[in-house]
């Protein structure tokens, strides 16, 4: 499985007349750039500040849903796992929208890893690493 495409660093938001989510990788505004522009056409200032701080925490809902996706499948085959396939089925298809990525190559890559993590006592990159090869 390829990496990721989105923009890589930390996004913030900065208010003014429209909210534009930004990548903050330096201190000279002049080297960071503009990810998104939340304006307010047909909704609140708030409301679109809100909407650029939920899309500025994407990167890391996305990597803390991979990491529990993970954490999930090293889990036993026991009723507490068949009981909570929704949780399952639902991170993995959040993870799978928010990639670009078919819901099987994200289910296969990710047992991959879970079983790396489980079996070879990898660290999650580690294991990562190892599926990527």
């Known amino acids: 499985m390829e990496k990721f495409k989105h923009t890589k660093g930390k996004w913030s938001v900065a208010g ?3 909210a534009i989510v930004f990548n903050d990788v330096s201190d000279d505004p002049c080297r960071n750039f503009t990810i998104a522009k939340c304006d307010n056409s047909g909704i609140n200032k708030e409301e679109a500040f809100y ?3 939920l899309i500025s925490a994407s990167p890391e809902g996305l990597q803390v849903s991979i990491k ?3 954490a999930m499948l090293q889990a036993p085959h026991d009723s507490w796992r068949i009981l909570n396939q929704d949780i399952y089925c639902s991170l993995r298809d959040y993870i ?4 670009g990525t078919e819901i099987k190559e994200i289910q296969e890559f990710y047992e991959r890893v879970a ?3 489980k079996y070879n ?3 999650f990159e580690q294991a990562i690493k190892k599926a990527t090869e």
Do not use: P
Request: charged share 20%; proline share 0%.
């Open 121 to 123: 006592n990898l660290s």
């Open 16 to 18: 003014g007349d429209e």
């Open 68 to 70: 529990t996706y993970v």
């Open 96 to 99: 799978a929208r928010a990639t």
């Open 51 to 53: 909407n650029a701080k």
């Open 115 to 117: 079983l790396y993590m």
